[in-house]
């Protein structure tokens, strides 16, 4: 079985200092690997994924991470954080073996980040 | 514009009363998921259907129940079996289910919250 640890529940970070969000995985084979953001109250966006190719992926709103097979890590950076990257964040991952299965993903336990000034 | 509608967005329950929370979506997508999610413990699958008229238990499915009459509409109902009711569910939907689709992107609509009173 596949499962998902977020080092800690809660980062906080200056405006424009660095964001550096942990996401380990455990799974039998290299998964596919997200990362979601959500805003208070609200539903849970997109902001990357590895299928693929480059270990290194580019998401929205200057976010990044990437794949480390060796690590079994897909950690998420951003190099200088802004007031409104304040949210949480989860880490997911779903099973590339899967057949017929749909794509059920499991998720971390979430990372709330707060920016300050 | 293309989505996923939950309502109600608060919901009040009785003990021992169902209730039913909506979910639709105009995205033409084959895949619906219900999740739930508490503070700490991350997201976690209720059910979810890959196709009209099939669905599949997820992780936490006792004391739900779902249909899928309509590619578009997924709703879930939270039975008066389900002792712990009160949680931000939230709806999601991917392309497509069956082999190799668990890299495609799951897009969650803004969520619902159950208090019980």
């Known amino acids: 079985a596949q499962s998902v640890t977020q080092l800690g529940s809660h980062v906080s970070v200056s405006e424009g200092a660095l964001v550096l969000l942990r996401c380990n995985y455990s799974s039998s084979v290299p998964p596919y690997l997200f990362w979601y953001v959500q805003y208070p109250n609200q539903g849970l966006q997109l902001l990357l994924k590895y299928t693929t190719g480059a270990t290194l992926v580019k998401g929205i709103n200057g976010f990044e991470a990437e794949f480390k097979k060796s690590e079994t890590s897909f950690h998420l950076t951003k190099p200088s954080a802004h007031m409104s990257d304040a949210a949480e964040y989860f880490c997911a991952v779903s099973d590339r073996g899967v057949t017929g299965g749909g794509n059920k993903l499991t998720f971390g336990t979430g990372t709330q980040l707060k920016v300050e000034l | 514009d293309g989505g996923i509608t939950q309502s109600p967005k608060y919901l009040f329950r009785k003990e021992g009363q169902n209730v039913t929370l909506s979910c639709e979506q105009n995205?033409?997508?084959?895949?619906m998921y219900w999740y739930r999610q508490d503070p700490g413990q991350g997201l976690r699958l209720i059910y979810y259907?890959?196709?009209?008229?099939?669905?599949q238990k997820g992780d936490i499915a006792e004391g739900y129940s779902v249909s899928r009459e309509k590619k578009e509409s997924f709703p879930l109902t939270v039975t008066s079996a389900q002792k712990n009711p009160t949680a931000f569910y939230l709806c999601?939907?991917?392309?497509?289910?069956?082999?190799?689709?668990?890299?495609?992107?799951?897009?969650f609509g803004e969520g619902s919250w159950l208090t019980v009173v």
């Open positions: 259907s890959q196709i009209v008229n099939d669905f």
């Open positions: 999601a939907s991917s392309i497509r289910a069956g082999p190799q689709s668990s890299g495609n992107t799951i897009y």
């Open positions: 995205l033409n997508h084959d895949a």
